[in-house]
């Protein structure tokens, strides 16, 4: 019984929910991606470089021998470095957009948590922290007032 309420726990606080639609929106945002530099990016790029098919790329360590389904066969053995290409031009673009959504997310942070900013609604556990560091300050103001 005991898991069963840790779990009612987790979901009740929102983590699961929160977790739930953070992977459906970013693999939504990988097909996008996908599409993307598969229909946009390489395209152009391989129009520059003479019509090279970069998901084609490969360097071919030993040929097809033989005919296919006779003994003696032998499939070719390569190394598709075109696919890593794609690959990396998808992690640098999904890279970059998480690093703007999360620059963007930290400067909002930032004004939120600014307690004297009130055009954003500042949470209330920043204001109480911010309410007692002005209270120990001022507490220690007098404290060294008294003292001289």
């Known amino acids: 019984m005991g898991l069963f309420k840790e779990f009612k726990e987790f979901a009740v606080k929102g983590n699961m929910i929160d977790m739930a639609v953070g992977i459906i929106i970013g693999t939504a945002f990988n097909k996008v991606v996908d599409v993307l530099v598969k229909q946009v990016i390489m395209p152009p790029l391989s129009m520059l470089t003479d019509g ?5 790329r490969k360097v071919i360590l030993q040929d ?9 066969f032998v499939e070719e053995v390569s190394i598709g470095y075109g696919l890593l290409i794609e690959t990396m031009i998808d992690f640098l673009v999904i890279g970059f957009v ?3 959504v999360v620059k963007f997310m930290n400067r909002f942070r930032n004004k939120a948590q600014d307690p004297k900013n009130k055009q954003v609604v500042t949470p209330k556990d920043i204001e109480l922290l911010s309410s007692l560091n002005d209270l120990m300050a001022e507490q220690n103001k007098l404290l060294k007032e008294k003292r001289n």
Do not use: R
């Not at 090279?52 to 084609?56: H, K, M």
């Not at 097809?64 to 003696?72: D, H, L, M, Q, R």
């Open 52 to 56: 090279i098919n970069y998901a084609d």
């Open 98 to 100: 998480v690093f703007i």
């Open 64 to 72: 097809t021998s033989g005919v296919k389904g006779e003994p003696g």
